[in-house]
């Protein structure tokens, strides 16, 4: 069993921390403060940091030195469309000490259903009908990231609207359920996640910013309310 699919079944809720740079101290404030998982990108243009990030090759030294901090779940976005998922990257992450990948459902070429070194994640926007999830279970995925706010909502308070979509798809999939911070989350959202039966929080730009310094901070108020979970 790999590491995320282990974290989420034995955790009761995970802190994942999707980096909005590539970076080996952001990842460091990240994990010193309570972080359990992280995720990197690669060859995909990300909207909400605003971010561009270039080919795999580009990163290898700063993946390997953020993979060289911890011993938990790294993940990575390894495209941003189909025809970016090239195979002959994807069969260098095992090796390169990634542990899952996570990807927009629409994105995600067919040869990548078949990985089996690592666990796979997927996501979905808000133009996907919730009721296709059903189908899910069946292929074997670990997760589903649930990125279901619509971009130009990024950035504003979790409503019970939301929460009731994503009670939805935990009643739907099956599967653990990961709620990407497209809103912006604050700790008292944690409780709310967690009694509608999310497994785990991904924080990103929206609430982590682009520094050190507001890693530090966004990522300790959440792992403090966490903690609290009863």
């Known amino acids: 069993m790999a590491g995320l699919q282990r974290c989420l079944e034995s955790k009761k809720f995970t802190l994942i921390v999707s980096l909005p740079a590539n970076d080996e101290n952001l990842a460091a404030a990240a994990l010193q403060e309570g972080a359990d998982a992280l995720k990197v990108h690669c060859n995909v243009n990300h909207p909400a940091s ?18 060289s901090q911890f011993k938990g779940p790294l993940g990575i976005v390894p495209a941003g469309s189909v025809e970016g998922a090239r195979f002959k990257d994807i069969a260098l992450l095992a090796a390169m000490g990634f542990d899952y990948y996570s990807i927009y459902a629409h994105h995600l070429p067919s040869f990548m259903m078949n990985e089996s070194a690592m666990d796979r994640t997927f996501a979905i926007s808000d133009q996907y009908d919730l009721n296709l999830v059903k189908s899910a279970r069946r292929f074997g995925f670990t997760a589903l990231e649930a ?55 991904m924080l990103g730009a929206v609430v982590v910013g682009r520094t050190v310094e507001q890693m530090r901070k966004a990522v300790a108020d959440i792992r403090n309310a966490i903690d609290r979970l009863t």
Do not use: C, W
């Not at 561009?52 to 993946?63: I, Q």
């Not at 709620?179 to 959202?189: E, G, I, N, T």
């Open 50 to 67: 605003g971010t561009l990030f270039g080919p795999l090759r580009e990163y290898e030294t700063v993946f390997h030195n953020i993979r």
């Open 147 to 201: 990125a279901i706010i619509p971009g130009s909502e990024y950035g504003t308070p979790l409503s019970f609207a939301d929460v009731m979509k994503y009670r939805y798809l935990v009643e739907t999939v099956q599967i653990p359920v990961i709620v990407p911070s497209q809103r912006k989350l604050v700790p008292h959202d944690i409780s709310v996640l967690h009694d509608a039966g999310v497994k785990a929080v």
